[in-house]
């Protein structure tokens, strides 16, 4: 009987031992190297039901990154293949290129420690004082928000 024990035991410590093992340090998520991410703001303007915002998706692929990036400026842009793409090593920064007609525009933030958002360098509003969050798409069928007014500018 006490042999059984002692086996029981001994193989209940080695499993949770290996069970330990196989788990990952515990460390902010961050962003993950490889996939498909979605970061998105885009809202519903409540008087007119135009859509407001941006939305970046970012394929992380072994040897590249590409984005497509959307806006609007009433309806929801073209989507527009981003060139010059760069992801920090440690997926806390990110810039691209995007052509806009005969415009070049270089777009670049930070990704917050768990990647669940992306700050834009920038703001919307004409003082800047309210950043272009975009928070990661988790949902694809939830309905865009409404958007809010920007505050009233600093004096």
């Known amino acids: 009987m006490k042999i059984s024990r002692l086996l029981l035991l001994t193989l209940a410590a080695t499993l949770a031992s290996a069970h330990a093992a196989g788990k990952p340090a515990s460390k902010p998520a961050g962003l993950p190297r490889y996939g498909m991410l979605v970061y998105s703001d885009l809202c519903v ?3 007119s039901g135009e859509y407001g915002g941006q939305r970046i998706t970012l394929q992380r692929f072994a040897e590249v ?22 992801v920090d090593p440690r997926g806390k920064m990110m810039y691209f290129t995007v052509q806009e007609g005969e415009e070049e525009r270089t777009i670049s933030g930070k990704f917050s420690p768990d990647g669940n958002t992306l700050t834009l360098d920038g703001g919307y509003c004409e003082d800047q004082s309210q950043p272009m969050v975009l928070a990661k798409v988790r949902d694809f069928s939830r ?3 409404t958007c809010k007014a920007c505050p009233a500018p600093k004096r």
């Open 45 to 47: 303007h409540q008087g």
């Open 65 to 86: 990154d590409t984005v497509i990036y959307e806006y609007t400026a009433g309806g929801l842009s073209w989507p527009l293949v981003a060139s010059d793409v760069n």
């Open 143 to 145: 309905q865009p928000r």
